[in-house]
């Protein structure tokens, strides 16, 4: 049960982030440059991307057994026999080849690249991801990189753009692939020790958190870059709104410090899902982009920002109103009405504007106290 939750895990963070991320970007493109018709295609092309995706997960696993069997790390083989996984990913990618030959006649030429990539990648004799740098470079080209490129070929038949905006988008996704494989390393840090799998990160453990660090910028930049690229192409009070929202957050992430991996995008992200939702003909059809876990991320951080930075203040300020009432505020009162009433010539000390008014319990404990000390 353990190693099925372990499977469900993966494949949730590979589709929760990767393929929305990647769906996200498409949409935005297609909506953007007013291609509608196109997103039939773009599902098509989101589906293919899954099952390619699934064939490379598969197929670092069937050459990582040995490895992983020595770190104790999760395979897919624990749970499915490796015969069937050889049968799963011929499938997975058979079946992702025929989608995108639906969507265009070059982007399975694209795939097999994908394919050879991965291969290379975990695969003796080449196992690239040993090979320092060159390794990050191939992880993050089959990725991001390549797929950014599908989308490219698809959209620049209906659309004329200049090569540096698609050079820029391509560059975005490359950066984003290289970031996040460095970061997966360095979550396997301790598991690549144990089982002598010498990634760039195990070689490099500081220069690769400094990489991190670097190109979470060069993303944030270029993020920026591009949706400000739109912005004035189109000039659109909508994109303007996103541009607005991403600017400010890589400024407070800039000039606060942070330190927290995503942050840029995550605002992008919401601000774009929303973007998308609002201009698309077809809501419904990209409903799905809402349930992004970095949309969920940010509305638990609002909730928790409003606790924290407006809801706790205001209940400080009112405790502190309270606690003044209770005690200087009503001395004070006391000492003005006092002092008020001496020129008229009576004392409220002897003479009290009004009398406590005992209840009959009172009363009767008064009584009782008399005849006690009258004994």
């Keep these: 049960m353990h190693k ?36 039939p295609k773009i599902y098509i092309l989101i589906s293919a ?28 083989t624990h749970i499915i026999n490796k015969y069937w996984v050889i049968l799963a990913i011929v499938t997975f990618i058979a079946i992702g080849l025929q989608l995108v030959t639906l969507v265009s006649k070059y982007a399975p030429y694209v795939v097999y690249i994908e394919i050879i990539l991965l291969v290379l990648y975990s695969s003796k004799p080449t196992r690239l991801k040993e ?28 659309v004329i753009a200049p090569y540096w905006f698609w050079l820029l988008f391509v560059c975005l996704n490359s950066c984003i692939g290289i970031r996040d494989i460095l970061i997966h390393q360095s979550i396997d840090f301790e598991k690549d020790v144990k089982s002598e799998t010498n990634t760039f990160y195990t070689k490099h453990v500081l220069l690769s958190n400094k990489l991190i660090l670097w190109f979470e910028d060069f993303v944030s930049f270029m993020l920026i870059a591009l949706i400000g690229s739109l912005c004035l192409e189109k000039k659109s009070l909508a994109i303007t709104t996103v541009f607005l929202f ?25 601000s774009s899902s929303i973007l998308i939702f609002y201009l698309s003909t077809n809501r419904l059809s990209v409903l799905a982009l809402l349930i ?24 400080r300020i009112l405790s502190l109103i309270e606690h003044l009432y209770k005690s200087k505020f009503t001395l004070l009162i006391n000492y003005t009405l006092y002092y008020f009433f001496i020129p ?6 002897s003479k009290p504007l009004y009398k406590k008014k005992l209840n009959n319990f009172d009363i009767g404990s008064t ?7 009258k004994k």
Aim: net charge positive.
């Design 4 to 39: 099925l939750i372990d499977l469900y895990n993966r494949i949730n963070s590979f589709v929760a982030y990767n393929m929305l991320l990647f769906a996200n970007f498409s949409l935005l493109l297609i909506i953007c440059f007013d291609l509608p018709f196109l997103i």
């Design 49 to 76: 991307y899954l099952f390619i995706g699934l064939a490379g997960y598969f197929i670092n696993d069937y050459f990582d057994i040995d490895k992983d069997r020595l770190s104790n790390k999760f395979n897919v």
């Design 131 to 158: 090979k320092g740098f060159l390794g990050i470079l191939t992880d993050s080209a089959y990725s991001h990189t390549l797929p950014s490129i599908i989308i490219v070929q698809i959209i620049n038949e209906y």
């Design 246 to 270: 991403v600017l400010l957050s890589w400024i407070r992430y800039k000039f606060k410090k942070l330190r927290e991996i995503n942050y840029v995008i995550r605002t992008y992200i919401l």
């Design 292 to 315: 992004h876990p970095y949309n969920f991320h940010f509305i638990f951080h609002f909730i928790k920002n409003l606790n924290s930075n407006i809801i706790g203040p205001i209940k």
């Design 344 to 349: 008229f010539g009576r004392n409220l000390k």
């Design 367 to 373: 009584e009782n106290n008399k005849s006690i000390s």
